[in-house]
């Protein structure tokens, strides 16, 4: 069984910072790629930032420059630190894996419960 504990949303006001961890604990053999993902109301859940195990990272022009994913293999957590939030970053952010679980026999993403993130304007 897989866990995935994510933590440090909240209320912030515009123009302001975040920052989002996520702690993967169970039976991992290993995680290959992490990230975050973000949902609005009534919209689609959507990338917001993805690493590999060995560092590379990607982001959507939407959050580039604004956005830094990193993480901690040793300790399998995923972190998101978010600068300069809009209103339109408001969203549940969720995290994500993708590793191979013990007793599996292939590699399946696993998720997060989602963390709420508020942007006053």
């Known amino acids: 069984q897989v866990h995935l504990v994510e933590s440090g949303g909240g209320l912030v006001q515009a123009g302001g910072s975040l920052r989002l961890s996520c702690a993967a604990s169970?039976?991992?053999?290993?995680?290959?790629?992490m990230g975050w993902y973000r949902q609005a109301p009534g919209k689609q859940r959507e990338l917001v930032a993805t690493?590999?195990?060995?560092?590379?990272?990607d982001y959507p022009d939407s959050v580039k420059g604004r956005f830094t994913i990193s993480r901690d293999n040793a300790k399998n957590t995923v972190y998101l630190q978010m600068d300069s939030l809009k209103p339109e970053d408001t969203a549940v952010y969720y995290c994500t894996f993708r590793g191979l679980v013990i007793g599996t026999l292939r590699l399946d993403d696993y998720w997060g419960q989602g963390t709420q993130v508020t942007v006053s304007s």
């Open positions: 690493i590999t195990r060995g560092g590379s990272t």
């Open positions: 169970g039976s991992i053999f290993s995680i290959n790629s």
